[in-house]
């Protein structure tokens, strides 16, 4: 966001890039793949610790600021009151961090993805510090897109000065492989992303060549996190019964009317961006989303609040426990909070919080017409909701499918999010230009 850098203290500048005549690189084999092994395994070892280290001080913190200093002062941890101003102070403690560090915590987030070129690693301490403050201060947004950032510039950093004749791709890609394996607790989901990207990029050598060492990057970092951390992405929703015709009708329903809701997300971004970039100072911008964003918990209750993944096993535990009203009000509010958070200039990701409205959103279906299950109203919402958003099309079908871990529901899903795709595809992306224009 162009207020979050002040004339006077531009960013510092892109790493270079690659040579532009590189000599062509020898054809890959046993002998050019295994040097990769170790690097690959360090980086991305590395980067699951870092994603652990920064949640873990992010959950500590949030410890302090939703339930010791409410218990001190004497008013509920999640009131109304509480809910408003923890949000704005934590906007206001983003906002001034922004503007005071290096490099201002990175680009406006608005105009950045998951996986870019790597940022100077001055950059680094900044960007960590806004992300641990939003990540503890309940924004709706997840640590994916800032710490992915965080590793592929320490990555790219260290990984030239320790061998500087590597292909300079070679750091990042690792490093945002190790990022993804360890956010999702299995490499299949950066194998997957990857697959997207350098399908977007072709060249001569075989995609289980070009993807050896990320693929090896993305099971270090996954491990690390399951031996460390125990994911579990298994909502535990009442058990999926089987498919039957109004199960495909339900599905063909329930995903494009939640890549419906998303795109709704996507196009009204841009405008939400252009009044946060009106107020023209990051630490007034930020506040001012802050506040916005604890009006918004403060409408649709706590579980509204932070980035969503464990907000939806609660909703998960008692899919009867809401009516279909308030599952409605919790999809819109965390739907419009993320769009807030997003554009006002917290960094953070939005695949998590995504996730949360699409539960959200499938909870509300089962409780309107009871015959819709449950599980297949979640993975259906989820798959909706990611393909808008993320664009990301073997993304939003793994992370729809590992939530029921249930096999049978594959086949439901690979026929909806072809009804889901034909509905984003070649819309307006939750990404924008330097100039606030949406890329498509």
């Known amino acids: 966001m162009p207020h979050d850098v002040p004339p006077a203290a531009p960013p510092p500048a892109p790493p270079p890039a690659p040579p532009s005549g590189p000599s062509p690189a020898p054809s890959p084999s046993a002998r050019t793949l295994l040097p990769l092994v170790v690097p690959a395994l360090v980086v991305g070892a590395a980067s699951a610790l870092v994603l652990l280290g920064v949640s873990a001080l992010a959950h500590r913190l949030e410890d302090v600021l939703w339930k010791t200093l409410p218990d001190a002062l004497g008013v509920g941890r999640h009131s109304t009151l509480w809910i408003i101003v923890m949000l704005t102070a934590t906007g206001l403690a983003v906002g001034i961090v922004v503007r005071l560090v290096y490099g201002h915590a990175g680009p406006d987030p608005a105009t950045t993805g998951l996986i870019d070129d790597p940022m100077p690693p001055g950059v680094v301490p900044g960007l960590l510090l806004v992300t641990v403050l939003a990540l503890a201060g309940g924004v709706s947004l997840g640590p994916e897109n800032p710490i992915t950032a965080v590793n592929m510039a320490l990555a790219y950093w260290l990984g030239r000065k320790a061998a500087p004749g590597t292909p300079w791709a070679l750091w990042p890609s690792l490093a945002a492989a190790g990022t993804i394996g360890a956010l999702f607790g299995t490499p299949v989901a950066a194998a997957l992303i990857l697959t997207e990207t350098l399908a977007a990029r072709p060249g001569p050598d075989s995609l289980w060549d070009a993807l050896f060492g990320p693929l090896l990057a993305a099971g270090a970092g996954a491990l690390i996190t399951v031996l460390v951390a125990h994911p579990v992405f298994d909502l535990a929703l009442p058990a999926y019964t089987g498919t039957h015709w109004n199960d495909l009708l339900a599905a063909l329903?329930?995903?494009?009317?939640?890549?419906?809701?998303?795109?709704?997300?996507?196009?009204?971004?841009?405008?939400?961006?252009?009044?946060?970039?009106?107020?023209?100072?990051?630490?007034?911008?930020?506040?001012?989303?802050?506040?916005?964003?604890?009006?918004?918990?403060?409408?649709?209750?706590?579980?509204?609040?932070?980035?969503?993944?464990?907000?939806?096993?609660?909703?998960?535990?008692?899919?009867?426990?809401?009516?279909?009203?308030?599952?409605?009000?919790?999809?819109?509010?965390?739907?419009?909070?993320?769009?807030?958070?997003?554009?006002?200039?917290?960094?953070?990701?939005?695949?998590?919080?995504?996730?949360?409205?699409?539960?959200?959103?499938?909870?509300?279906?089962?409780?309107?017409?009871?015959?819709?299950?449950?599980?297949?109203?979640?993975?259906?919402?989820?798959?909706?909701?990611?393909?808008?958003?993320?664009?990301?099309?073997?993304?939003?079908?793994?992370?729809?499918?590992?939530?029921?871990?249930?096999p049978n529901v594959l086949s439901l899903l690979c026929v909806a999010a072809p009804a889901g795709w034909l509905l984003v595809t070649g819309r307006p992306r939750m990404q924008l230009r330097e100039d606030g224009t949406p890329l498509r």
């Not at 329903?253 to 841009?270: E, M």
């Not at 252009?274 to 001012?288: D, E, N, Y």
């Not at 009867?320 to 739907?335: E, N």
């Open 253 to 406: 329903v329930i995903t494009p009317l939640a890549a419906a809701l998303g795109l709704a997300t996507v196009y009204a971004f841009p405008y939400v961006h252009a009044f946060f970039r009106r107020l023209g100072h990051p630490v007034l911008a930020i506040t001012a989303g802050g506040l916005v964003l604890g009006l918004l918990g403060a409408l649709g209750g706590p579980l509204t609040l932070f980035k969503g993944l464990d907000e939806v096993k609660t909703l998960a535990a008692d899919p009867a426990g809401w009516s279909a009203g308030s599952f409605a009000l919790m999809t819109v509010v965390k739907a419009a909070a993320l769009v807030v958070a997003a554009a006002c200039g917290f960094r953070g990701g939005r695949i998590f919080p995504a996730v949360f409205v699409g539960v959200a959103l499938g909870l509300c279906a089962h409780a309107l017409v009871p015959a819709v299950q449950p599980s297949l109203g979640v993975v259906c919402g989820v798959l909706g909701l990611l393909l808008a958003i993320t664009r990301q099309g073997w993304l939003s079908l793994f992370t729809a499918a590992v939530l029921v871990a249930d």
